[in-house]
């Protein structure tokens, strides 16, 4: 099977009902996206797949025909993308184990509502938990992040 992967082809070789989540991590060594319930109910696993946010645990590879995203994919140490950037800015990380898919979940808000209000930030992460309660900070990172110039 051939994916596309942080803007690179890749072949792997997994039966077409393995969780997305086990082709990243297992297969591809991907280890960004998280497992945290196996029913995409906490977003510990959520990737982008053609800009939408996904929750990998329970989305078949083969469903996965379009580029997917990961956490490894949307910065670098030396430029990190504007939310990678607000999250450290507001400390919003605890535990950190939720934050790949906090994060992505808000590159994906902000590509689609560049200016959200609380009420859209609240919608957007309603899936995602974090055992840590970090809600306010991820609020005020995704807003510091909407602030941010491009490529910032």
Not at 60 to 80: H, M, R
Not at 118 to 141: Q, V
Request: negative net charge.
């Amino acid at each position: 099977m051939r994916l596309t992967v942080n803007g690179k082809a890749i072949q792997i070789d997994a039966e077409p009902e393995m969780p997305l989540l086990w082709a990243l991590r297992d297969l591809a060594g991907i280890l960004g996206p998280k497992f945290g319930c196996g029913i995409a109910a906490c977003g510990a696993c959520t990737v982008l797949v053609d800009g939408a946010p996904v929750r990998s645990c329970v989305m078949p590879v083969s469903q996965a025909t379009g580029d997917i995203i990961t956490i490894e994919g949307i910065g670098t140490p030396e430029a990190l993308h504007p939310v990678q950037q607000a999250w450290i800015d507001e400390q919003v990380s605890q535990c950190g184990y939720c934050q790949a898919g906090q994060i992505m979940t808000a590159v994906a808000l902000l590509e689609a509502n560049p200016a959200p209000t609380d009420e859209d930030i609240d919608n957007a992460f309603g899936g995602n938990l974090c055992r840590c309660g970090t809600y306010p900070r991820i609020r005020a990172a995704v807003k510091r992040a909407a602030g941010a110039p491009a490529g910032a």
